[in-house]
């Protein structure tokens, strides 16, 4: 995808202006800009780290990096989805069953939603857990064909994906750091440390 290319190949020419302006018109202009670019800022405004990958190979290479620099340990980690242990079966995970001795939670998503750059989960990501029960840790692999611009959307895909039972515990994380000017919209909401692996695929 060329937009990512663009985003991480090469840095905007900041002379002309203040980094304070620049921001500020970044945000405001999101919601002008394609699905994927909103989606990128807004959740590079909630706090997450977010790595791209052309290749799955590029996106192991990732995920190894993520481990080693935080010291978390393969036998020490959370991971619901048997397809995606089998997927990244090189890392040889050995899920841990106690999640509050579990260095991160290794999972899939539903979708990516442009909106307000938030991940959408259900209960294939993290069964009927809460996320205030989930390690503080998370690692998301996802790819660019489940960008969705609401909500609304993501509920749509989930429906259309679902051919006998729709999955329970539908929520979206989209807070990716402690929020220091807590606020009532902010009220209740669980905190992660996050890191998107997002594969291309289309």
């Given at each position: 995808?060329?937009?990512?290319?663009?985003?991480?190949?090469?840095?905007?020419d900041?002379?002309?202006s203040?980094?304070?302006?620049?921001?500020?018109?970044?945000?405001?202009?999101?919601?002008?800009?394609?699905?994927?670019?909103a989606?990128t800022?807004?959740?590079?405004?909630?706090?997450?780290?977010?790595?791209?990958?052309?290749?799955?190979?590029?996106?192991?290479?990732?995920?190894?990096?993520?481990?080693?620099?935080?010291?978390?340990?393969?036998?020490?980690?959370?991971?619901?989805?048997?397809?995606?242990?089998?997927k990244?079966?090189?890392?040889k995970?050995?899920?841990?069953?106690?999640?509050?001795?579990?260095?991160?939670?290794f999972?899939?998503?539903?979708?990516?939603?442009?909106?307000?750059?938030?991940?959408?989960?259900s209960?294939n990501?993290?069964?009927?857990k809460?996320?205030?029960?989930?390690?503080?840790?998370?690692?998301v692999?996802?790819?660019?064909?489940?960008?969705?611009?609401?909500?609304?959307?993501?509920?749509?895909?989930?429906?259309?994906?679902?051919?006998?039972?729709?999955?329970?515990?539908?929520?979206?994380i989209?807070?990716?750091?402690?929020?220091?000017?807590?606020?009532f919209?902010?009220?209740?909401?669980?905190?992660k440390?996050?890191?998107?692996?997002?594969?291309?695929?289309?």
């Amino acid at each position: 995808m060329s937009v990512f290319r663009k985003i991480f190949g090469s840095k905007p020419d900041t002379s002309k202006s203040s980094p304070e302006n620049n921001d500020q018109s970044q945000f405001i202009e999101a919601d002008n800009l394609p699905i994927d670019e909103a989606f990128t800022v807004k959740f590079n405004k909630n706090g997450g780290k977010f790595l791209y990958a052309e290749t799955f190979n590029e996106v192991q290479n990732y995920l190894h990096d993520i481990i080693e620099e935080n010291n978390w340990n393969h036998n020490n980690t959370v991971v619901h989805n048997k397809q995606l242990k089998d997927k990244f079966k090189r890392f040889k995970f050995n899920s841990t069953q106690k999640m509050e001795d579990a260095d991160f939670l290794f999972t899939t998503c539903e979708s990516l939603i442009a909106s307000d750059g938030s991940i959408l989960i259900s209960s294939n990501q993290i069964a009927e857990k809460k996320l205030i029960e989930l390690p503080e840790n998370f690692v998301v692999f996802a790819t660019t064909s489940q960008f969705v611009t609401t909500i609304s959307e993501g509920l749509q895909s989930i429906k259309s994906k679902s051919k006998t039972k729709i999955p329970s515990n539908i929520t979206t994380i989209k807070h990716f750091k402690a929020n220091e000017n807590n606020d009532f919209l902010s009220y209740g909401s669980s905190s992660k440390n996050l890191y998107l692996l997002l594969l291309e695929d289309l």
